[in-house]
Nanobody
Framework: QVQLVESGGGLVQPGGSLRLSCAAS????????MDWYRQAPGKQRELVAS???????NYVASVKGRFTISRDNAKNTVYLQMNSLKPEDTAVYYC???????????????WGQGTQVTVSS
């Protein structure tokens, strides 16, 4: 029984910034990789950024230098700092986590509910 709750989306002008948060709660033993995906209408879901438990990060080329993924393992939370936003960043952003469930130690993928990011003048 694990939930991922996202927050931080909204409307921002080009060049602006947003910070997305995704907090996991429930019966958690540990969390392995945590990822941010995004999906625009009519388009495939795209992996934007990922971070391992040890803090190793990867980014899709289109956001390198603008976005930063980070995590706070003590809070079971992953963040996506988005700077220099462009209209093409507009999408629903989803977090994903590989969670090792406490007690039963099952590894399960969980998704957040999604948060809308709109970059427009």
């Amino acid at each position: 029984q694990v939930q991922l709750v996202e927050s931080g989306g909204g409307l921002v002008q080009p060049g602006g910034s947003l910070r997305l948060s995704c907090a996991a709660s429930g019966s958690i033993f540990s969390i392995n990789a945590m990822d941010w995906y995004r999906q625009a209408p009519g388009k495939q879901r795209e992996l934007v950024a990922s971070i391992t438990r040890g803090g190793v990060t990867n980014y899709v080329a289109s956001v390198k230098g603008r976005f930063t993924i980070s995590r706070d393992n003590a809070k079971n939370t992953v963040y996506l700092q988005m700077n220099s936003l462009k209209p093409e960043d507009t999408a629903v952003y989803y977090c994903k986590a590989e969670v090792v469930q406490a007690r039963v130690l099952l590894t399960t993928t969980y998704w957040g509910q999604g948060t809308q990011v709109t970059v427009s003048s």
